[in-house]
């Protein structure tokens, strides 16, 4: 008896974490995905509601949030454009996909493709690209972010964070 106690209380001791976690999770209702989009405008978010779907996190500012709408209306919410590109690489549908991604200029939802990124930003993940609806010197088009993002060229990459910012 006395040998299986320690199993039992680590047992036990387990269950609860695990129910701990389980009721957490219920009361905290965030919001991963949201259906029936159909119309692909990008959708309201509320702060510490919204869940990045790529790495997890709870979004807690808008900043560099960014929105990927299926063709089937399917609605996917990141914290970081650098995680929406991630993200979306190996989907069936990304070349179709609306995106949407918040300007740092303009304070207003704007289509991805057609922004324009700067390389240099402490975004939350820290790939360092901020969109922006109008052009800023030194930025790229959408493809460039894209690719540089797949590359692993971001403020990531100690090397490529000194290039851009000397630290």
């Not at 199993?7 to 999770?25: E, N, T, W």
């Not at 939350?124 to 797949?150: C, I, N, Q, W």
Request: contains cysteine.
């Amino acid at each position: 008896m006395k040998k299986i106690m320690p199993f039992v209380l680590i047992g036990v001791i387990v269950l609860i974490i695990v129910a701990l976690f389980l009721s957490l999770a219920k009361t905290q209702k965030m919001v991963v995905i949201k259906e029936g989009n159909l119309k692909q405008l990008p959708l309201k978010m509320e702060l510490h509601k919204f869940q990045d779907s790529y790495c997890g996190m709870v979004i807690d500012d808008l900043s560099y949030a960014s929105q990927v709408i299926a063709p089937d209306g399917k609605t996917w919410f990141f914290h970081d454009h650098g995680d929406f590109v991630q993200w979306l690489n190996d989907k069936k549908f990304k070349d179709s996909a609306a995106i949407w991604v918040m300007s740092r200029d303009t304070h207003r939802w704007i289509d991805g493709r057609k922004a324009y990124y700067t390389l240099n930003e402490m975004t939350p993940m820290g790939f360092g690209f901020g969109a922006y609806e109008h052009k800023k010197e030194g930025s790229v088009d959408f493809d460039t972010m894209r690719l540089k993002t797949l590359r692993g060229e971001t403020m990531q990459d100690p090397k490529i964070r000194k290039q851009l910012i000397g630290k």
